[in-house]
């Protein structure tokens, strides 16, 4: 239970220095360590009292730092702004986190803004430090830093550093930054100083100061040490230099060596390093008497700390996978919202994101990033190792990924058709199948990283405004569409999911989009913006709009380009009209989608008697178990916090769900009961199920499929109440829904006394339930393993469950596409059909019983035609009638103006 302090009590002290010895040295000021604690004393009663959110704004400057070790000592979680974060970015983060104090403190001095309504704010004991990973862009997402993670990072450096009080590091990085922050932090834990300066290393008076205040160190990223080639740094005299440390990513193994080498003719020490914010900076550093033998590892773990490697990566090489840390030094977790500022502790380990293998000298090596991976054209390409293999072609270039199409980047039209043809060269993919594009230079973040985002928003600029027909291009090509706005996206989720309420930050599930709703807006978000990722119903709207020119980092660095023919710069290309798209032959659908397409078609031509192939409505019901786990089962995983939201939200989804089902099933077949007499009470109720002595098939049967699919959700919603429930499906995903499928097909194998249930025992609640839990392991099958499991238990479950070896074929063959097969390919001139149907594929269940009969006898494919033509009316129908009742609604409730 989260803890409420409302005194100041001391949090974390950091200062480890004799009282006389040196803290902080700036070209005019010599602060040691009894007053920098004095001036710690006295920002702390500037502070306030009772633990506060403070947010901290400023250069490398002594106000700057004496706020942020007044904050963590006076027990306030405080967050330092990464540079360049201000005007709607910091709003954006005020306006989430509404900080109690804002303080500016830079060269000019120390500016404090109480902003606290004088409410007391509830804190996690621990929590000492806020953190942004995302540079420039004051994304609201932060890392909760605990005062043991500050503390056994921050010694675990200065212990492989071998820092000692005679050491003084230069302040080379921001502090808004987490490398640059564990500098000052490692530094002053171990009673050593700072040179602080906001001076560039171009610049020659910061080498200057460097040597004439004696400094020991300085820290970089790659682009400090490509800035570094254009300086005298080489021939400068800086007899105190004793190491330099690099990080904040992959500096090429030949620059390492080279580096390396200088140092030990120059007598300094390379310590390459391996971290993320999530880990409080340091996770693994490469001993410098390594770094020339071994240049392109990242070494062993930092003391304290322990690396495996998870290889259930799909598509990984052998002994290469997912690159998984522990140690004290793992964040807290993540804050959304003022709320998770109270919650403790959440992971155990990190999971890096990193594809990485252990050497042969046994020395860690990061092979490639999960999120830099594109699967085009049945090829999965490693963004970074192609960026490396045009690199070794003396091709400077960029690799990005736009849906599943590579896009690289070159920083003069000279090299664009080298590059084309290197990477086809490297990669096997056809020409058509990616760009490249010239640009003057490369953008990169505050951080000096590259800026991957601006180059994919650049890319998505391109494709929306130069995408003329090219005559040798396939006509299956990828199409470029022009961008719609995110109101205009936002518009459309509203439309569509009946929620005037939806707002750019909501998702597809957020909004409680269901299977009903869910090819309908995938078909019309396609076309008008692309391929969508396999992930879009998670994502917010505003993830699919591409940000807005002036918002984006770096604007300058994607102008036109030196030489006789200049590309267009961003204005210019923005000028120009869309292009016409090109017409495709070949789209792709999601294979869910084809699969109720497909389904629904052999149900009502297996009951007019123009096929038999059976199996169809089986098969709908694991589809619908899959859309289930992805559509309602969706929250955020890790299994840790307050679940009472998350389990709301689930049984609220799901009894909608089951409502949109069984409303519009219970009208229709309580009017034809109430025409043509044909069907019992029980069956109008969709609980026919339940009558006893049901034991042979009936037109009382005909709705099983409603009546399974109904009650199984209402059942699902029960589950999911129970506390405890959610949190524990969503630690453990894959092993739950195994669970659910063992307990399901437990009940099968007793209710039917065998393998085979006789009928109608096979449409029977009891006897099927195990299908939806079947799909709903198809959903969490996400790695080759599981992926291999789920496709065992179908091959074990299936067989023998009719007693009919085309039925189960139907089903088996169905079940293994939706496993391995993420989408398919289909005409074009098709895929709006083919969506359409799948998303009126359950009024088409629910009508046809009353439509194929009186027509089949003299033309069964024309009664296969009118079915079809009545469930996509009634499917319109009710779409229709539901909008309008629903804004009439909302007009209801709207006040008089």
């Not at 530094?187 to 910061?206: C, K, M, N």
């Not at 497909?598 to 019901?621: E, F, P, R, S, Y």
């Not at 694991?622 to 939201?645: I, K, M, T, Y």
């Not at 409502?659 to 229709?668: E, G």
Request: aromatic fraction near 8%; glycine fraction near 8%; hydrophobic fraction near 45%.
């Amino acid at each position: 239970m989260p803890m409420l302090l409302t005194r100041t009590e001391p949090a974390l002290d950091l200062l480890g220095g004799d009282p006389g010895a040196p803290a902080l040295v700036t070209p005019t000021t010599r602060i040691d360590y009894a007053e920098l604690r004095d001036r710690i004393d006295d920002r702390r009663r500037a502070l306030g009292d009772g633990r506060r959110l403070v947010f901290l704004s400023g250069g490398n400057t002594v106000e700057a730092v004496v706020t942020y070790l007044a904050a963590l000592a006076g027990g306030h979680p405080v967050l330092l702004l990464p540079a360049g974060v201000d005007g709607a970015a910091l709003d954006a983060l005020v306006g989430r986190y509404a900080p109690d104090v804002v303080v500016r403190a830079d060269e000019a001095g120390f500016e404090l803004t109480d902003a606290s309504g004088g409410t007391p704010r509830a804190f996690h004991p621990e929590l000492a430090l806020l953190a942004s990973t995302s540079g420039s862009t004051g994304s609201p997402k932060l890392v909760r830093l605990s005062r043991t993670n500050v503390t056994s990072n921050a010694r675990s450096i200065a212990d492989y550093l071998g820092l000692t009080p005679d050491d003084r590091a230069a302040t080379t990085l921001p502090l808004g930054y987490c490398y640059g922050l564990s500098v000052v932090n490692s530094h002053l834990v171990t009673g050593a100083s700072l040179l602080l300066t906001d001076r560039s290393i171009v610049e020659p008076a910061f080498w200057d100061e460097f040597a004439s205040l004696g400094a020991t160190s300085f820290a970089g990223v790659p682009y400090t040490y490509e800035l570094l080639e254009s300086t005298d740094f080489a021939r400068r005299d800086l007899p105190d230099l004793r190491y330099v440390t690099q990080a904040g990513g992959r500096l090429a193994p030949e620059k390492v060596r080279a580096l390396a080498r200088f140092g030990r003719e120059r007598g300094f020490d390379l310590y390459v390093m391996y971290g993320q914010t999530e880990a409080t900076a340091r996770m693994a550093y490469l001993p410098p008497a390594l770094a020339e033998t071994a240049a392109g590892a990242i070494g062993v773990p930092i003391p304290g700390g322990s690396f495996r490697i998870d290889e259930s990566v799909p598509g990984a090489a052998a002994g290469e996978g997912e690159l998984v840390y522990s140690g004290p030094n793992v964040m807290m977790g993540y804050a959304e919202s003022p709320a998770d500022l109270a919650r403790g502790p959440e992971l155990s380990e990190l999971r890096t994101g990193d594809l990485a293998r252990r050497r042969e000298d046994g020395l860690l090596e990061i092979t490639g990033r999960l999120s830099r991976f594109v699967k085009s054209f049945g090829l999965r390409l490693d963004l970074d190792r192609i960026e490396r293999l045009l690199a070794a072609d003396g091709l400077e270039a960029r690799a990005v990924a736009l849906d599943e199409r590579l896009v690289g980047f070159v920083r003069h039209d000279r090299f664009v058709d080298a590059a084309r043809d290197a990477v086809a060269r490297h990669t096997g993919l056809p020409v058509h199948a990616f760009d490249v594009h010239a640009l003057a230079e490369f953008p990169r973040t505050a951080n000096g990283k590259p800026d991957h985002a601006a180059l994919r928003a650049h890319a998505t600029l391109l494709r929306a405004t130069d995408a003329p027909a090219a005559p040798s291009s396939p006509a299956d090509a990828p199409v470029a569409t022009p961008a719609a706005s995110v109101a205009e996206l936002r518009d459309l989720y509203a439309e569509l999911l009946g929620r005037p309420d939806a707002t750019e930050d909501d998702s597809f599930a957020s909004l409680d989009g269901d299977s009903l709703n869910y090819v309908e807006l995938a078909l019309r978000l396609e076309e008008r913006i692309g391929a969508l990722p396999a992930d879009w119903p998670s994502r917010s709207i505003r993830s699919f709009a591409p940000p807005a020119l002036s918002a984006e980092p770096a604007v300058d660095a994607l102008g036109s380009s030196p030489g006789d023919e200049p590309t267009r710069t961003h204005a210019q290309r923005a000028a120009l009209p869309p292009a016409a798209p090109r017409r495709r032959r070949i789209a792709r659908l999601e294979t869910s989608v084809v699969l109720r397409a497909v389904a629904i078609l052999l149900i009502v031509a297996t009951h007019a008697d123009v096929v038999q192939l059976k199996g169809g409505a089986h098969l709908l019901l694991a589809v619908a178990g899959f859309n289930l786990a992805r559509f309602r089962f969706g929250g955020s995983a890790g299994g840790v916090g307050d679940e009472r939201p998350e389990r709301r939200r689930r049984v609220r989804g799901l009894l909608r769900s089951a409502t949109l089902i069984a409303v519009p099933a219970v009208l229709w077949i309580g009017g034809v009961a109430l025409i043509a007499r044909t069907y019992d009470p029980a069956t109008v109720l969709l609980s026919n199920q339940l009558v006893p002595g049901a034991t042979a098939w009936s037109e009382q049967w005909q709705f099983w499929f409603l009546e399974t699919l109904v009650w199984s959700i209402v059942g699902l919603a029960a589950l999911f109440a129970v506390p405890g429930v959610t949190r524990l499906e969503r630690r453990h995903p894959f092993a739950f829904a195994l669970a659910v499928l063992g307990i399901a097909l437990v009940v099968r194998y007793v209710v039917s006394g065998g393998i085979t249930p006789s009928s109608p025992m096979r449409y029977a609640l009891p006897a099927i339930a195990w299908l939806i839990a079947l799909g709903w392991l198809v959903a969490r099958s996400t790695t080759l393993p599981r992926k291999a499991a789920a496709s065992a238990i179908v091959l074990a479950t299936v067989p023998g469950f009719f007693g009919d070896p085309v039925r189960e074929g139907i089903v088996i063959v169905g079940l293994g596409v939706l496993i391995w097969v993420t989408s398919l390919p289909v005409p074009a001139v098709l895929a709006g059909a083919l969506g359409t149907v799948a998303s009126a594929s359950m009024f088409v269940y629910l009508t046809h019983w009353q439509v194929y009969p009186p027509i089949e006898e003299w033309s069964p494919p024309l009664a296969i035609v009118a079915s079809f033509a009545v469930g996509l009316a009634a499917w319109w129908a009710w779409g229709r009638a539901t909008g309008w009742l629903g804004a009439r609604r909302r007009r209801r409730r709207r006040p008089a103006e």
